[in-house]
């Protein structure tokens, strides 16, 4: 396995962003920064005959287990699934204990800040005030000042989402360095997409539904049957950005992808499984490599604070 990269940060400002995205939420109390709400599930791997054209790496490229996690990206874990304008989130291991690689996705291409002071700026802008609501003329001032910072919001309000984890589509917004069968490297980035049509709903119909839709849906979509989501990877072209998560490669959507393997979940674990520990995205068995990008480097150690801010 890959060893975790020495963060270039200190821990002071890793637990600054961590509390930033805890005040932002109302600093719920034992409850994960970002992405409180969840499902713990569980299921399989199966590789693609393709897989090693792509990664040499054992995670990708074996059958295997999976623990997963599908999420509602608020840290306030009583945020309403129905929310249009909330990510979803899916975090998965697969691999076994000698080869295990941590991918972390969510329902949207791109992240909302380039850089931890970016991001940390941010939260700090839309932090709410002693009548529990944001400073607009603030966030809007921030804004105006930082306007990559708006790409993310911008894609979710363009993409209204299915009324359905098992029917999201997931990307990974890091350029990763895959190393294939003959050890030629190159970047690709990873897309989660469900073996099936997406299905959006009207927003009335979104409104409708209790504030649990969400997990109750997967609930009963796992214990009828089984979900499926094909991990897809997206071929990098010369010249494509990869130290910058705000922004998409260029023509994304229409470029060369290869199918590395499909998930399937087949059963629900207890909360505690997931909650545990950490989907550590450090965690990348060897043929695929950390991304060059600063908040994929922040990632583990404000991971492993929040955690232990939970216990």
């Known amino acids: 396995m890959q060893e975790p990269p020495t963060s270039r940060f200190p821990s002071a400002t890793l637990a600054a962003i961590v509390d930033a995205l805890r005040a932002v939420a109302g600093d719920p109390p034992k409850t994960r920064a970002s992405f409180a709400r969840g499902s713990c599930v569980r299921g399989t791997y199966v590789p693609s005959d393709r897989a090693e054209e792509i990664t040499r790496s054992r995670s990708f490229t074996r059958p295997s ?9 608020s840290g306030n874990p009583k945020v309403a699934g129905g929310d249009k304008l909330v990510l979803r989130g899916l975090s998965f291991k697969l691999g076994d204990s000698r080869h295990r690689s941590d991918i972390l996705a969510q329902s949207a291409p791109v992240h909302f800040a380039r850089t931890l002071d970016q991001m940390l700026a941010f939260l700090k802008a839309r932090i709410p005030g002693p009548d529990g609501g944001q400073d607009m003329e603030r966030v809007k001032a921030f804004s105006v000042a930082n306007p990559e910072t708006l790409r993310q919001a911008s894609y979710i309000a363009a993409h209204p989402l299915p009324p359905s984890f098992a029917g999201t589509t997931y990307w990974g ?19 989660i997409a469900p073996v099936g049509a997406e299905v959006t ?72 499984t997931c909650d545990a520990g950490i989907f550590d995205p450090a965690n990348l068995a060897e043929g695929m490599a950390h991304p060059p990008d ?18």
């Not at 890091?174 to 690709?188: D, Q």
């Not at 997967?218 to 494509?240: I, N, Q, W």
């Not at 600063?294 to 216990?311: H, P, V």
């Open 65 to 73: 287990r999976v623990l997963a996690r599908f999420s509602v990206g």
């Open 173 to 191: 917004v890091h350029s990763f360095p895959a190393t294939n069968s003959t050890g030629e490297t190159r970047f690709i980035k990873f897309k």
């Open 201 to 272: 709903p009207t927003e009335s119909e979104a409104a409708a539904k209790s504030a649990n839709f969400l997990h109750d849906d997967l609930e009963h979509r796992v214990t009828s049957g089984d979900v499926r989501f094909s991990v897809m990877a997206l071929l990098d072209r010369p010249g494509d950005p990869t130290m910058d998560v705000t922004v998409r490669w260029p023509d994304e959507d229409n470029r060369e992808q290869v199918r590395l393997g499909t998930i399937v979940i087949t059963g629900l674990e207890p909360d505690e």
């Open 294 to 311: 600063e908040i994929f480097a922040a990632r583990s150690g404000a991971y492993a604070i929040s955690l232990a801010k939970r216990r």
